[in-house]
């Protein structure tokens, strides 16, 4: 991460998700931060989301969420280990329920961001999730 | 705390008399009944008939969503139903799609064939009561011809159905997504309405600023994209289906989003009467008084739902529903409690029905025609907010009215900059939201409340279902009414589809197949997401 390199990162709905105010508002704070943002729409499926990972070699993957398309998240992140990119980051935001925060942690992803955080909390999420990984790798 | 309105115009802390000096009794507001009805349209207002009382439903199968609706009937839905589809129905394609089959039953009803509608409606009357059918405009072509079919299998007179079922165009751009380009939607939209109005069907249209407002935008946007929506369709039906406007000017209902700016809600529901009176009149020459009645309708707003402190929703879902009743409005369905958590659990359905029981039942809002009028306050706002829509609807004009503003991006970064500028606000706390920036309480003192969730083998069931039952079907039939579907989709834009689409729906042919050979006609793929072919040779 000081070797001058912006952290980049995928936004992306998955699945049939349309619901895209949050991933747009979340790539922008982003953005405002200095991040590099790689915003993927809607329609992204998870060998989609992968295969931009690769070409764009991003530092961490945020799936804006609206309701139980977890089965493609935990998807995601399975397709990731295969392709020995575990390492990358998944973060979820979203209107996504309570109880389902711990079953997604346990599938790996490394943090669920609720609705009403502010720019602060959400950049400092991905900052801290991003170098916890490069510290693991070291 | 930012005391100025939600788009921008500063609040002062008295109205008087001299903010509406310019204000003519007759001339902008009228009596309950008169033109232009900012008042609302009928004398006796809610004494004559009150509000339809409902809740959307749809979530896991069919047969759920049929149970769910004969309970909202038991907690109070008084008036009409309304059914939400999933989002591979949407789409649409099918619930045993590779993609299709892992959101089956997520946040709607599993809409994909005529069997799924038959089921949804098992032992539900088709008339006595509205039926709504919400999604997406893709499928509403798809909808209208379940309406036909199942109509002529109970014998009833399709004439004596009224409802919506169809929906505008426009929606992919705001947040209500299909997998369909405007140009399809729109086509499939116009022939459903010109069906409607040719076969003398009581059907609607939504043509609905609720997701523009829901994706962020303000009041006057909501009104301005309204109108140049409602503009653009009625031209074309017009001037390119030939249809009368006295006829074309009963096909839409404008479904509004009611946020927590009480007296801004209020206001925006009057102007819009107003407006939409003086289109019908001005520029279309409406001869009948019933042609200068936009219906509208009120969702309370999603969008405000918090997700912390869940409870605190109820008490907006009840201020919004006070709005959207003293405007004046047809129906009122609401945003649940649970809204930023998940679909609507029982309880949460029952505080909503209950909040409107309570409203319509308790406060004696019924009693009198639009109370808030002469208000300097409401008639300033009114006035107001309708100025600023004119100003937003003629930048849309001068694009080439709204596809044409969609194709420029204008109407996008519109809502990009609105939408921004909300969490900007937010954020510095110029604008408050009691539990997400004032009030906060640490999570673990949270409320709990019930969760409604569709699970995994939920999805799955549904798409082995559909699997299964196409086996079942008369393949030759189904070939046969596909083949004529494709031939005719290449006749033009102005031939009409909905004849072979209602015999296509008869065969059993499902959406995705159905779509899927009108994409085929119109060059693009079968599958608007490229993961399957077409599994019929098409004559």
């Known amino acids: ?138 | 705390m930012k005391r100025e309105t939600d788009y921008g115009q500063p609040i002062k802390a008295v109205y008087t008399p001299k903010d509406i000096e310019d204000l003519d009794y007759e001339k902008d507001l009228g009596d309950p009944g008169s033109y232009p009805y900012t008042r609302g349209y009928y004398r006796d207002g809610y004494r004559s008939r009150i509000w339809t009382q409902r809740m959307t439903a749809g979530l896991g199968s069919s047969t759920d969503t049929n149970k769910v609706l004969k309970k909202y009937r038991e907690m109070g839905q008084r008036g009409g139903i309304c059914v939400i589809c999933d989002r591979a129905a949407a789409m649409p394609i099918d619930s045993d799609h590779p993609i299709g089959r892992k959101e089956a039953g997520i946040l709607g009803w599993p809409g994909s064939s005529l069997l799924e509608f038959e089921e949804l409606m098992d032992g539900i009357p088709l008339t006595g009561h509205s039926i709504t059918l919400l999604g997406s405009s893709a499928c509403s072509a798809l909808r209208l011809a379940y309406l036909v079919v199942l109509a002529e299998k109970r014998g009833v007179n399709l004439q004596e159905v009224h409802g919506s079922i169809t929906e505008y165009p426009f929606a992919n751009y705001f947040g209500q997504t299909d997998g369909q380009p405007l140009e399809i939607n729109l086509k499939l939209l116009l022939d459903a309405v010109e069906y409607i109005i040719r076969n003398k069907i009581r059907m609607r249209t939504g043509v609905l600023s609720q997701h523009f407002q829901e994706s962020g935008g303000n009041n006057a946007q909501a009104l301005a994209v309204e109108m140049a929506m409602l503009d653009e369709l009625c031209g074309l039906l017009v001037n390119e289906r030939g249809l009368d406007f006295d006829d074309v000017a009963l096909f839409p209902y404008e479904l509004v989003s009611v946020g927590t700016r009480f007296f801004e809600e209020i206001a925006k529901i009057r102007a819009l009467r107003r407006m939409w009176a003086k289109l019908a009149k001005e520029k279309f020459n409406a001869k009948t008084e019933k042609a200068c009645h936009l219906l509208v309708a009120v969702h309370t707003s999603g969008r405000t739902m918090t997700y912390q402190q869940p409870l605190n929703n109820i008490v907006r879902c009840a201020i919004q529903t006070l709005a959207g009743a003293i405007a004046g409005c047809t129906a009122i369905d609401n945003a649940c409690f649970d809204n930023a958590h998940a679909e609507p659990s029982p309880l949460a359905a029952r505080m909503s029905l209950n909040t409107q029981h309570i409203v319509a039942d308790e406060t004696g809002v019924t009693d009198v025609v639009d109370p808030l009028a002469g208000s300097y306050f409401v008639e300033y706002l009114t006035s107001r907010v309708e100025e600023e829509a004119y100003k937003i609807w003629s930048g849309i004009e001068a694009l080439g009215g709204m596809s044409a503003a969609l194709k420029a991006g204008y109407i996008q970064n519109m809502l990009k900059e609105s939408m921004q500028k909300r969490h900007r606000e937010m954020e510095s706390e110029e604008r408050l939201i009691v539990g997400v920036n004032e009030r906060v309480i640490p999570p673990e003192e949270d409320f709990e409340i019930p969760i409604q969730e569709v699970q995994e083998h939920d999805s799955e069931n549904i798409a082995r279902r559909m699997e299964e039952w196409k086996q079942t079907r008369n393949v030759s039939l189904i070939r046969e009414t596909l083949s004529r579907l494709h031939s005719d989709a290449k006749k033009g834009s102005r031939y009409n589809l909905m004849p072979s689409i209602v015999e296509a729906v008869r065969s059993y042919a499902t959406a995705g197949e159905i779509m899927g050979v009108i994409r085929q006609a119109y060059g693009l793929s079968y599958d608007p997401l490229n993961m399957i072919e077409c599994p019929f040779e098409l004559d």
Do not use: W
């Open chain 1, 1 to 138: 991460m000081d070797n001058g390199k912006r952290t980049k990162v995928i936004v992306s709905m998955i699945g049939l998700d349309g619901h895209t105010v949050g991933g747009e508002v979340v790539a922008g704070i982003l953005r405002d931060a200095g991040m590099e943002v790689v915003f993927l729409g809607i329609y992204q499926t998870p060998e989609m989301i992968v295969q931009t990972a690769i070409q764009e070699d991003v530092d961490a993957i945020a799936i804006s969420s609206h309701a139980s398309n977890y089965n493609q998240i935990e998807e995601l992140i399975n397709l990731l280990r295969e392709n020995n990119m575990g390492d990358i980051p998944v973060l979820c935001g979203g209107t996504i329920p309570k109880q389902q925060i711990p079953r997604l942690k346990a599938k790996g992803v490394a943090e669920v961001v609720t609705p009403g955080n502010t720019s602060e909390v959400i950049v400092n999420c991905v900052i801290s999730k991003v170098k916890s990984t490069v510290g693991r790798e070291s």
